[in-house]
């Protein structure tokens, strides 16, 4: 009988994370002050985050032993499976081998829960009795609302306005878990009573969000702010995906040729991407590594290599990483997820050196993705996980074209039953495509903080 599934025991699941800064070939651009614009100290971070996470941001161990606390809650969905996915190759008639590694089966629905969870017990651990955070589609926020439930502390989210009102059952979800859940723009910040006053229809951004959550945060001792993309230590928390990857891949005798996932912020590319990175840099493998972003939303592809905010009201540290410009406002585009104005800058730090690719894709071509992979596997994905099966496909069916049999991995990093709406809107012939225009990048470099 063939294997479907590669589930690994409980008792093999890692039990650190893997720091990739460890690795580098060259050191990460440090982050800096958004007012005095030097590179940022611990002293600088304390107001917003744990002492721990500041300790693993700029961390040089290869890896970071996972608390027992939060290695008890992770076996609640982990080790998550590995998907042989026979029905899409069968369908495709395609000799590549096709995987895929399930992030559904957390309570949440995503990969977000595992940083979520640890970043809300390192921050119970330092009695913080409030979190504030921003999310996109809201598998984040829902995400870091199950953790803060775990651990009693109350949370505050602003959800970008266009997601809030698509996804009212995100908003639910967030509530059910004792999370408070406000569209952003919201009235309840200076940052977002500013853009509404601007634009009282604004859709929002997530780097809007971020100002206000950042600025909601340091309005109050007893809060911290937390951050489900971007920064290291939160894509070094999502290894534990490609770590877990590894060893299965192993058991189906086998290792990828080619390893993809979608990325806006970058984390969950980075938690399946970075440990196979490790292996090209340190183990002599040659596997290509595709990071695979919105057209509307292109910062890997189209945006400009340089230091940006990393929100629009300038509170956030500044970062070296690809960017549309920290006040890009993105079209509404159904993948909320990804619509983030950079990218992570460790995961920017690996393109500019030629360790990973990156490709854009649009909208209407990742739904159909979506249909093909839900007609054959069976699974409706999150509008974020159709990039990364929109190019698993076009990877097999390259091989179809050649007949070379190829191994193909990609992280499935969320459902997509919040979603229907999307798919509806598709299937109907409404949806649009969004092109990021190119006269938008000298706008971009426009925008950019003066060193």
Known sequence: MSTIKYILPENEMPTSWYNIQADLPEPLPPYLHPLTKKPLGPDDLAPLFAMELIKQEVSQERYINIPDEVLKIYRQFRPSPLYRARLLEQMLDTPAHIYYKFEDVSPAGSHKPNSAIPQAYYNMKEGIKRLTTETGAGQWGSSLALACSYFDIELKIYMVRVSYEQKPYRRMMMEAWKGKCVPSPSLDTNAGRVALQADPNNPGSLGLAISEAVEDAMTREDTHYALGSVLNHVLMHQTIIGLECKKQVEMAGEYPDIVIACAGGGSN????????????????????????????????????????????????PIAKMYTLGSHFMPPPVHAGGLRYHGMSPIVSHLHKLG??????????????????????????????????????IDEALKCRETGEKKVILFNHSGYGYFDMTAYDTYMSGKLTDYEYPSDKVQEAQAGLPQL
């Open 269 to 316: 590319f980075g938690g399946i991407a970075m440990p196979f990175v490790h292996d090209n840099l340190k183990k002599g493998k040659n596997t290509r590594i595709v990071a695979v972003e919105p057209s509307s939303c292109p910062s890997l592809t189209k945006g400009v290599y340089a230091y940006d905010y990393g929100d629009v009201a300038g509170m956030a």
């Open 355 to 392: 360790l990973i690719e990156a490709r854009a894709v649009n909208q209407l071509a990742t739904f159909e993705a979506g249909l093909t992979f839900a007609r054959s596997e069976g699974f409706i994905s999150a509008p974020e996980t159709n990039h990364a099966i929109r190019v698993a």
